[in-house]
């Protein structure tokens, strides 16, 4: 028997990038979708935020390719 108790996790994955937050639909080990609608951005660097619940962790990413706009992959390192 599975007990149940009501209770689920608030995730939010958010890219940061030149003055913008963007909502994230996929966070992958070196891919990204953003949800939100954006425009283009060249190569350079962004900062992904995970937030699970009351506790975040951001981490500092490089986007070679820039970032071609909304449900695309983006690929960072």
Do not use: W
């Amino acid at each position: 028997m599975i007990a149940h108790n009501g209770y689920s996790s608030k995730v939010a994955l958010t890219l940061l990038i030149d003055g913008q937050r963007l909502a994230l639909s996929h966070v992958g080990s070196s891919r990204i979708v953003v949800r939100d609608d954006c425009e283009p951005q060249p190569a350079g660097d962004a900062e992904i935020v995970i937030e699970v619940n009351d506790s975040a962790e951001t981490y500092k990413v490089f986007l070679p390719f820039g970032l071609p706009g909304p449900n695309q992959m983006v690929e960072y390192i």
